[in-house]
């Protein structure tokens, strides 16, 4: 299914930065408690607690859980059952305590498929660096799981620094975990270090399905209602003239995952269109392709917040006020 663009409206926004001051009450406090049982007893151990845990957030958590439902209301095509929306919050669960795994080293206790390597070898064999654009869908930490099968290939994160923060408290001074490199976002020099990345050869990864402040975003129609997308990745991939490739993680239960790396856009080229009509088209692509994993894969995306609250919203160009 094709995003569609959505027609702007008149009425004036929420904030579209809500996800940000709000706790992901999942992350930090499932790895916390599952980290020494995960890592010194064992995943068969550590998954058999997470169904106590996802069940405690199930039944605690009735802001994330309305939320829940009426996202998969949306995916799912029909009223979901409570049986849905528990697998919704396990599969969050799932993926956080793999990300143990995997930010270790030691992913050999799940089963990885991947689709498109092929895009990323001959982008990585160029030597030209490349935007991988993520979403909050499954897990995209497998790109570690993935990319040790190439060496030399090294991924970047830029991302802001609440969301970085988050990550780093998680594992305070552990030798053995493997994080990327990490590009503070709404900083002057970000530009210049994903710019220096890229000239490394590097790929930089971000996630771009949450919009933020006054940051600039697009209206784009998303499982059937107006919802804001960020539009400053692809301004960025757009700038800086690179390709950008879609990434995902999809989490197929027990320790299954299948990566998919698919083509958004290359910037490289001119457009006959002019830059800003291939940034709103790349966006309504990238809308596009998350709409159809939400469908094939509807437990896998984890916003677990009032997604829709900006449709009402106008799109927001660089620099505009909201």
Not at 35 to 62: Q, T
Not at 152 to 162: I, K, P, R, S, T
Not at 186 to 214: H, N, P, T, W, Y
């Amino acid at each position: 299914m094709t995003a569609r663009p959505a027609q702007d409206a008149a009425a004036p926004r929420t904030d579209a930065g809500q996800w940000a001051g709000e706790p992901e009450r999942g992350s930090a406090t499932l790895l916390v408690m599952m980290i020494f049982v995960a890592l010194h007893l064992g995943r068969p151990l550590a998954r058999a607690i997470l169904y106590v845990i996802a069940g405690y957030f199930f039944v605690f958590a009735p802001t994330a859980r309305r939320h829940s439902r009426t996202y998969l209301r949306r995916a799912l095509g029909r009223e979901p059952t409570a049986r849905d929306r528990f697998r919704h919050v396990f599969a969050f669960a799932a993926t956080i305590l793999d990300r143990l795994y995997v930010v270790r080293g030691r992913d050999a206790v799940l089963s990885v498929s991947c689709e498109g390597h092929e895009l990323m070898q001959a982008t990585f064999a160029r030597g030209e660096g490349a935007f991988l654009l993520g979403a909050h869908l499954g897990s995209f930490e497998m790109i570690g799981a993935v990319g040790r099968s190439q060496p030399g290939l090294q991924v970047a994160m830029a991302m802001y620094d609440h969301q970085a923060s988050k990550l780093a408290r998680l594992f305070p001074g552990d030798a053995s975990v493997r994080l990327p490199e990490i590009i503070s976002l709404g900083q002057l020099e970000a530009m210049l270090r994903i710019r220096d990345c890229l000239d490394a050869g590097k790929f930089v990864g971000m996630l771009a399905d949450r919009s933020i402040g006054d940051a600039p975003a697009q209206l784009v129609s998303f499982l059937g209602q107006p919802a804001l997308f960020p539009s400053g990745p692809m301004r960025a991939a757009a700038a800086l003239r690179r390709p950008v490739i879609f990434m995902t993680g999809l989490y197929r239960g027990a320790n299954r995952y299948h990566v998919v790396f698919r083509p958004l856009a290359d910037f490289s080229q001119p457009s006959a269109g002019g830059r800003e009509a291939a940034v709103r088209a790349a966006v309504e692509r990238y809308v596009g392709i998350l709409e159809e994993y939400c469908h094939s894969d509807p437990y896998n995306w984890f916003n677990f917040y009032d997604f829709w609250h900006g449709g009402d919203a106008t799109a927001r160009a660089p620099g505009q006020s909201p």
